[in-house]
């Protein structure tokens, strides 16, 4: 079993960047790769970024290439989520996500690959 704790959400103005961290406990974390999705009002969940469990491979949405940065600290048992030139558009909850894999370079896209949840942080971008 993993908790997943989100931290770093809050209010920002447009153009700003954002760091988000995904703390975990309960199992050894380096076992897991690491996806963030968020949730923008009235819209479904969606895939941000996902971090093999070796930091070695990251895959991004398109939407967020470029301006996303997705790595991880095992020894802290943290992932992180650098987001930067902030838009009005990425005002959503966003969601950590885990699941045990032994692949070097595995990292996930759907959300039903995951097993493991966290409760979300809220990013609020003002234009």
């Known amino acids: 079993q993993v908790q997943l704790v989100e931290s770093g959400g809050g209010l920002v103005q447009a153009g700003d960047s954002l760091r988000l961290s995904c703390a975990a406990s309960?199992?050894?974390?380096?076992?897991?790769?690491v996806g963030w999705f968020r949730q923008a009002p009235g819209k479904e969940r969606e895939f941000v970024a996902s971090?093999?469990?070796?930091?070695?491979?990251?895959s991004y949405a398109d939407s967020m290439k470029g301006r996303t940065t997705i790595s991880r600290d095992n020894a802290k048992n943290t992932v992180y989520l650098r987001m930067s030139s902030l838009k009005p558009e990425d005002t959503a909850v966003y969601y950590c996500?885990?699941?045990?894999?032994?692949?070097?370079?595995?990292?996930?896209?759907?959300?039903?690959?995951?097993?493991?949840w966290g409760q979300g942080t809220q990013v609020t971008v003002s234009s």
């Open positions: 971090i093999a469990w070796s930091g070695v491979h990251t």
């Open positions: 309960g199992r050894t974390f380096t076992d897991y790769a």
């Open positions: 996500a885990a699941v045990r894999s032994a692949g070097f370079y595995y990292t996930a896209r759907e959300q039903s690959q995951y097993d493991y």
